[in-house]
């Protein structure tokens, strides 16, 4: 069987300092590749420039004027962010390549890893999850936000794999079918999942950044998972309809309540009938906006137009015809 084409994406933001490392890691790793016929010798590196206000864009088309054999670039018209920088790389490789890998650039991500997802691709695998094994060299800090961050997705609704970023392996197959996805605001980890295709995992060990610093402070960790969320579930708005029900429900306790002491005669004039207005117009309110909640949410899964379904194989005689 010839080799497949693999193309890396690796989307940089101000990476100047570590592209040059990363660059000569993986260009050794893709040689080692081509010796082994894993890959095609037209396998690509392509580096996605996320409107950085570094050298990043200038290296990046010095690597590929040296070695275009190896080297590509995209260079984004403004900074668009991670997510999106990775579906431009995507999105542009989706024809040409046959599987894909996306790596962020600082190195944190085991490039060892890389040929481990390329065999299990060649066992039949559509997507294959790089998955981190630990996660001694984070700091405590990063270690619990990141890890505390997969466990609230889950209990909020949104289907992600533990501990798996954006190291993954995708065949061309999978990219196409990315490409029906229209929505707007991204959140990879979730959506691959959703495709489907048979799919697996390998492990790795996290590695510190070689060089520079993180472009994902707290806020923008915060707000990502904020998106994720709220890109993924519609559970926030069903937790409102059921606060309103148990504030509904409480407010009958009050009502007893506030009847009982007004017969025994402990309140002042007009405090029982202020309390349970409180409780049953607070209930009623949380309810109705939970109402509301739900019809938004039917209308946000609607404008969103994800494929409601993907067909992973058609069998048919005429199929069958057509392809020869
Ligand atoms: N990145 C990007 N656009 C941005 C921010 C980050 O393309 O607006 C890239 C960055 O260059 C890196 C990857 O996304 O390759 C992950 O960022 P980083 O390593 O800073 O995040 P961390 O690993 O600290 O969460
Ligand atoms: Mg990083």
């Known amino acids: 069987m010839a080799p497949e084409k693999l193309y890396m994406v690796v989307p940089c933001y101000n990476e100047q300092e570590v592209l040059p490392e990363t660059s000569k890691q993986l260009r ?7 010796e082994q016929g894993l890959i095609s010798r037209e396998s690509r590196i392509v580096f996605v420039n996320d ?5 990043t864009w200038s290296i990046i088309q010095e690597l590929h004027s040296t070695e275009p054999q ?19 790389g995507l999105m542009t490789v989706k024809d040409i390549c046959d599987m894909c890998i996306t790596m962020d650039a600082d190195l ?30 984070d700091t405590f800090f990063k270690k619990t936000t990141a890890e505390g961050f997969y466990k609230f997705m889950k209990v909020m609704g ?25 929505e707007v605001n991204l959140f990879l980890r979730g959506m ?11 492990y790795y060990e996290r590695h510190e950044r070689a060089a520079g610093e993180s472009k994902y402070p707290l806020k923008k960790m915060l707000s990502f998972a904020i998106n994720g969320i709220t890109s993924f579930s519609t559970k926030p708005l069903k937790l409102i309809t059921g606060l309103g029900l148990i504030m509904s429900a409480v407010s009958i306790i009050a009502f007893i309540w506030a009847f009982i002491t007004k017969i025994v005669g402990f309140t002042e004039h007009g405090w029982s009938s202020t309390m349970c207005s409180i409780w049953l117009i607070g209930g009623l309110q949380l309810f109705c906006l939970g ?15 994800r494929p409601r379904y993907i067909v992973a194989e058609f069998l048919s005689d005429v199929n069958e015809k057509e392809k020869k």
């Open 192 to 202: 691959v999942p959703l495709i489907g295709f048979q799919n697996c995992k390998v």
């Open 108 to 137: 944190q991500d085991d490039i060892n890893t890389i040929d481990e997802m390329v065999r299990k691709y060649y066992e039949g695998n559509q997507v294959v999850y790089g998955v981190r094994s630990a996660r001694d060299t």
């Open 158 to 182: 949104a289907d992600v794999i533990y501990n798996h970023a954006d190291f993954r392996l995708m065949s061309s197959r999978v990219l196409q079918e990315l490409a029906n996805f229209k």
């Open 70 to 88: 190896f080297f590509s670039g995209i260079d984004l018209a403004h900074n668009s962010g991670h997510q999106n920088a990775v579906l431009a």
């Open 291 to 305: 109402i509301i909640g739900e019809y938004i949410g039917k209308i946000y899964a609607e404008v969103k137009q």
């Open 51 to 55: 409107g950085s206000s570094d050298k």
């Open 28 to 34: 050794a790793k893709y040689t080692a590749l081509m």
